[in-house]
């Protein structure tokens, strides 16, 4: 494989990586501070049950899901068009 086009096949894979590592820390970070504002202001308990965080993280994992794979549409495709 030509050394320009090892590169650019790099750099793809970094920022699939760098993407990935963001998408992941943006979920953990985002479901957390939703969760802690919850429990905060009394919607819910952390004493009584983990039924609020599991219904909170399974909310927030399908909207940030979502999100993401429509991220992921967005970067595919104009790469694919380039």
């Given at each position: 494989?030509?050394?320009?086009?090892?590169?650019?096949?790099?750099?793809?894979?970094?920022?699939?990586?760098?993407?990935?590592?963001?998408?992941?820390?943006?979920?953990?970070?985002?479901?957390?501070?939703?969760?802690?504002?919850?429990?905060?202001?009394g919607?819910?308990?952390?004493?009584?049950?983990?039924?609020?965080?599991?219904?909170?993280?399974?909310?927030?994992?399908?909207?940030?899901?979502?999100?993401?794979?429509?991220?992921?549409?967005?970067?595919?495709?104009?790469?694919?068009?380039?």
């Amino acid at each position: 494989m030509p050394l320009m086009l090892r590169d650019a096949a790099m750099t793809g894979n970094l920022q699939a990586i760098g993407f990935m590592i963001s998408w992941v820390l943006g979920w953990g970070i985002g479901g957390s501070l939703i969760d802690a504002g919850l429990i905060q202001t009394g919607v819910y308990s952390i004493e009584t049950n983990q039924l609020g965080t599991l219904a909170t993280f399974t909310v927030w994992t399908l909207l940030w899901g979502g999100v993401g794979f429509r991220l992921y549409q967005r970067f595919t495709r104009s790469n694919q068009e380039s």
